[in-house]
């Protein structure tokens, strides 16, 4: 049944929606009022369609609050402990009760953001406040108090909670901060933190940020999107005093990001606009994992597809020959309707999941269930003349991808780098060879450059000549490596030596030595380039050089 109670101010009644369990009666009191029927008894709410209301909610020491509406830009209302729809007082005040306070400062600083952390920081349009309390810093509305940290001032932009820190990009929007508390911030500690930009200004001087996300599994990222449509990573790794700022060269402007636990990770997700075909269209776009078990599922393109031909496990293939060898015909027949007239030249390779690349290019078409093929690479014995679930059905020609249609797209299929590709005005795509599981999507350039030449300890090498000839690379699954002294004299390095030519090449780890072609300059930089839908990491740079005068 309904609860609550309808009062009436002509009857002086008020009437219960459901009686109480103990009913007494309730005498209504009608207050005095003046000769002209007025009354002198009356409160003025602090938030309604005339004053506004709050802009800020937050949560802090089991507490509910609210600050800044447009009549009072630097009050807050604190809920009752315990009590979030609570905002009254008992007479006298107790400690748990509804708290109102006002920041007093010597100009106005409106309420931008609430922020919990070991205290509440108060993120304004002029400074940043903590909030204060009584004994053990419990918040009660007779020991209650702000003191100002630092006077930087906040965007309208939501702060980020980072570990013990917050990030907030400050006011004007050019800028960000990190504020936490540290115990040499005068005689007793305080809230202070220091400009994450002031080492990469150039991203965003006169490019104000329009919004940001962050996604702290697994590599601790904040995701920043410009006013002009750039998005820029932001690695923020405190406690190793890891701060670093990337631009992300994405084709096409992105209008907003968010990150949203999926498993194990933080998916990224964004907004895009691209045009397509002469016509600007929106897509909704889930930036891949970055984590690489199997270099077949490296997914380094924007705005792709997946083409996934694996078996399902519950389909059988199994091949009879007389022969094994390559060239050889073999008879192959799926455990229930699987093929058509359309999969000439298409392969079945046998193994796949396993590791496995024997493929069988299907030369015939005799029923949905059986094909002739052609043994295009060596079969193992533990293949043949049994019936297997592992098994994938590569296709060189694949549909869907009207999203690009006219664009030119790189592909990944099944480990190997393919020829760059243009897709029809019907959305397809056809490859240099099938692949099981193909990647097709816009490729895009990773450029990596050091600063100049610099011997700790020793004289300054700025105004000397040198040449780089023998460059080391510390790199963490890794594959297709280009590198020289500038991004137009690049030297591949080559990775395959006797790796089986079955297979896609592996990842490569720990030092990697190369040889790069150079003249003498004054420069002394590296160049590292990734071009292919490939990984990279790098984890440290070797270099011997030659000095001249």
């Known amino acids: 049944m309904a609860q609550g109670w309808i009062a009436s101010g002509t009857a002086n009644t008020i009437t219960f929606l459901e009686a109480p369990a103990n009913a007494v009666a309730i005498q209504v009191k009608e207050y005095p009022t003046t000769a002209t029927g007025s009354s002198d008894v009356w409160a003025l709410g602090a938030w309604s369609s005339e ?7 937050e949560f802090d020491g089991d507490r509910l609050v609210f600050a800044n509406t447009p009549s009072q ?14 905002f009254g007082r008992s007479a006298p005040i107790v400690d748990d ?12 600083n409106a309420i931008r953001e609430l922020v919990p952390l070991d205290k509440l920081i108060i993120l304004t349009t002029r400074g940043e406040w903590k909030v204060t309390g009584g004994q053990d810093d419990v918040l009660t509305p007779a020991s209650f108090g702000f003191k100002p940290q630092s006077y930087n001032g906040a ?11 917050a990030l907030y990009v400050q006011n004007r929007g050019y800028v960000v901060r990190d504020i936490r508390y540290q115990f040499d911030a005068g005689e007793s500690g305080g809230y202070t933190g220091s400009d ?3 080492f990469s200004s150039h991203l965003t001087e006169g490019r104000p940020i329009a919004e940001w996300s962050y996604q702290q599994t697994p590599f601790s990222v904040v995701w920043v999107v410009r006013e002009d449509g750039v998005l820029l990573a932001l690695t923020y790794m405190r406690e190793q005093e890891v701060i670093g700022w990337t631009p992300m060269e994405i084709d096409g402007f992105v209008e907003s990001v968010c990150c949203v636990p999926e498993g194990g990770e933080d998916a990224v997700y964004i907004a895009v606009r691209r045009m397509i075909g002469g016509v600007q269209k929106r897509y909704v776009e889930r930036l891949a994992s970055r984590l690489i078990f199997d270099i077949r599922e490296a997914r380094f393109l924007d705005s792709f597809l997946t083409y996934d031909g694996r078996g399902s496990g519950i389909v059988t293939m199994t091949a009879t020959a007389v022969t094994w060898l390559v060239g050889d015909a073999v008879t192959l027949t799926a455990s229930s309707a699987t093929f058509s007239a359309g999969d000439i030249g298409d392969v079945i390779v046998m193994g796949y999941t396993a590791g496995s690349n024997a493929r069988l290019r299907i030369t015939g078409y005799t029923s949905t269930t059986v094909v002739t093929t052609e043994i295009d690479t060596p079969i193992a014995a533990s293949l043949q003349a049994i019936a297997i679930t592992d098994w994938g059905f590569a296709r ?28 029809s005005g019907a959305g397809v795509v056809t490859l240099d060879e099938p692949a099981v599981l193909a990647h097709v999507g816009i490729p895009y350039v990773s450029d990596f450059e050091t600063l100049e030449i610099n011997v700790p300890g020793a004289e300054s090498t700025r105004m000397k000549s040198k040449m780089i000839k023998e460059l080391g690379l510390i790199v963490q699954d890794t594959r297709s490596i280009r590198a020289g002294p500038d991004f137009d004299n690049l030297d591949e390095y080559e990775s395959r030596n006797i790796e089986s030519t079955i297979g896609p090449p592996g990842l490569l780890q720990d030092l990697v030595e190369m040889h790069i072609s150079g003249e003498w300059a004054q420069k002394g930089r590296v160049c590292v380039r990734q071009s292919d839908p490939l990984p990279m990491g790098i984890l440290g740079i070797i270099v011997q050089s030659e000095f001249g005068q």
């Open 51 to 57: 004053r506004g209301y709050p802009g800020e909610v």
């Open 73 to 86: 830009p630097q009050a807050l209302w604190f809920s009752k402990a315990g009590s979030y729809v609570d």
């Open 97 to 108: 009760d509804a708290i109102s306070e006002t920041i007093n400062a010597r100009k106005i």
């Open 155 to 165: 965007a309208l932009i939501p702060a980020l909670v980072v570990g013990d820190s």
């Open 196 to 198: 994450l930009t002031v």
């Open 396 to 423: 060189d020609t694949l549909s869907g991808y009207e999203h690009l249609a006219g664009r030119t797209v790189g592909v990944l299929g099944d480990g190997f780098v393919q020829d760059t590709r243009t897709v």
